[in-house]
């Protein structure tokens, strides 16, 4: 038990340092290692296996709606890119671009895809003719490069992975539904398979994807109050299509513009599954993506029979979800940190005693409760207590959300608030982006984080200039 303390030990208290207790857990759950490329993350296999669980899950449920996988090259030409000079310029600042190509100087710089928008115009161009052709329902799975000047692991890299769904519809009225149903999408399964809860809503003008008519975006609540944007769905209406001079045969037999949609979600997922659900003892990983369920620890090991019992439970176990059984000559108390520290659900120990007696210990990481279950009921137990973890996850980090989401109804308050509270902020707003300036200054970072669908009525005015307000805006500080 001695290792199994200073491993616990190593980790940095949660409350006395969020930031370094994070890459505490990063490191020493083996999910990323760093590179020689300032935020260029490798992944272990670990932290892969996530993102594997992650990206099944989230693939599924596209295909579901009709959508298809396809990929787009890395390399943009910059005269591609120049088309939309709105999507430009807001990605300007974290482009890289490739200038040499062998030995030679290019003709054309090539930027390094930040998102694909300009790829998939292009091919729509060539593909889209009449309305037959449409809608197109299409999603890649890929890396992006954004020039991040200050990163940290998953949540802010140069290069990062990502899903990034790109539509294009025939009427304005299927785009913006489909803009919707992504955005369902994401929240579903941020609630069903990760146990986050999140604030959802529509961004304001200032926030919004650059090109974008609207944007919509999921905001869950971090441990420390702090949001992050989990997931954004946004409807470009016809703008990018007359940029590439996208057309097609109506109906009415007169020459259109269809109209476009972009989604998408990341590896910052990961980094909100650290922060929503971690301890100081490491990962608690949802039951539904963690890389190992269950992890089957025998107990006095060298005793006659009990490997051999313990190998007949993973069998039985491995039927129906991700087991390992770890037979190596570490200590069990070795062992109990390291599932702990790497957030595996649920624990089952079996020994002498418990063979003896019939019956195993399972564990679960969130409470550390102890079920002592007859094994011929081990299978029941298991199920069950994975879907009891997953529901008390998700009711831990939706009262913590409650706990640190308030409001505010003068200026005077939404100050205070921002600079000592953190958490989401709930107050009224008039629609000027200077007020948002404003809010954001004094309060040391504190922006909109979306106009929710359900709006209150705190106030008749906006909680900054004092004139009417036209939506109650959630607020907080972001990673």
Request: aromatic fraction near 10%.
């Amino acid at each position: 038990m001695a290792k199994n303390k200073k491993m616990v030990e190593a980790i940095t208290s949660r409350d006395e340092d969020f930031a370094k207790w994070y890459t505490d857990i990063v490191k020493k759950a083996e999910l990323v290692d760093y590179s020689g490329v300032k935020g260029c993350m490798v992944f272990r296999p670990y932290g892969y296996a996530i993102w594997e669980n992650i990206q099944k899950d989230m693939d599924r449920r596209f295909k579901e709606t009709g959508v298809e996988n396809v990929y787009m090259p890395m390399f943009i030409p910059e005269s591609l890119l120049q088309k939309e000079k709105d999507h430009v310029d807001g990605f300007a600042p974290e482009c890289a671009w490739v200038t040499i190509g062998g030995q030679e100087k290019l003709s054309e710089r090539l930027c390094v895809r930040p998102t694909s928008e300009t790829l998939f115009c292009e091919h729509y161009n060539k593909v889209v003719e009449t309305y037959r052709d449409l809608p197109k329902m299409y999603n890649q799975w890929c890396s992006v490069v954004r020039w991040e000047k200050t990163t940290r692991p998953f949540l802010r890299n140069s290069e990062f992975l990502w899903q990034e769904g790109h539509t294009i519809h025939e009427t304005a009225e299927e785009a913006k539904e489909e803009t919707l149903r992504m955005l369902k999408v994401y929240e579903d399964f941020y609630r069903e398979t990760l146990a986050i809860p999140a604030v959802v809503g529509q961004k304001t003008e200032k926030e919004k994807f650059a090109g974008a008519e609207i944007t919509y975006t999921i905001e869950p609540m971090m441990h420390n109050g702090v949001a992050l944007q989990g997931g954004t769905s946004h409807y470009f209406g016809d703008g990018f299509a007359k940029s590439f001079d996208i057309k097609f045969q109506g109906r009415d037999n007169k020459l259109h513009y269809p109209h476009q949609t972009s989604w998408g979600t990341s590896t910052r997922m990961i980094g909100a599954i650290i922060m929503v659900h971690g301890d100081d003892d490491g990962l608690i990983l949802p039951p539904k993506i963690s890389p190992i369920q269950v992890a089957i620890i025998p107990i006095a090991q060298h005793k006659e029979g009990v490997l051999d019992k313990a190998n007949e439970l993973k069998d039985r176990l491995a039927k129906d979800f991700r087991v390992k059984l770890d037979d190596s000559d570490h200590a069990p108390g070795w062992k109990f940190s390291e599932y702990e520290m790497k957030g595996v659900p649920v624990r089952v120990e079996i020994g002498p005693k418990d063979i003896e007696n019939d019956q195993c210990v399972v564990v679960r990481r969130d409470t550390r409760e102890k079920l002592f279950t007859p094994i011929d009921k081990l299978e029941e137990t298991v199920s069950k207590a994975l879907e009891d973890i997953h529901e008390a996850m998700y009711n831990r980090a939706l009262e913590n959300m409650k706990e640190k989401t308030h409001t505010a109804t003068t200026y005077d308050e939404f100050v205070t608030l921002g600079k000592e509270q953190g958490g989401f902020i709930k107050a009224m707003w008039c629609g000027d982006s200077e007020c948002e300036d404003k809010l954001k200054e004094v309060t040391g970072g504190v922006k909109s984080r979306c106009i929710p669908f359900e709006e209150e009525k705190l106030a008749d005015t906006c909680v900054c200039c004092g004139k009417p307000a036209k939506h109650m805006v959630y607020w907080g500080k972001q990673y």
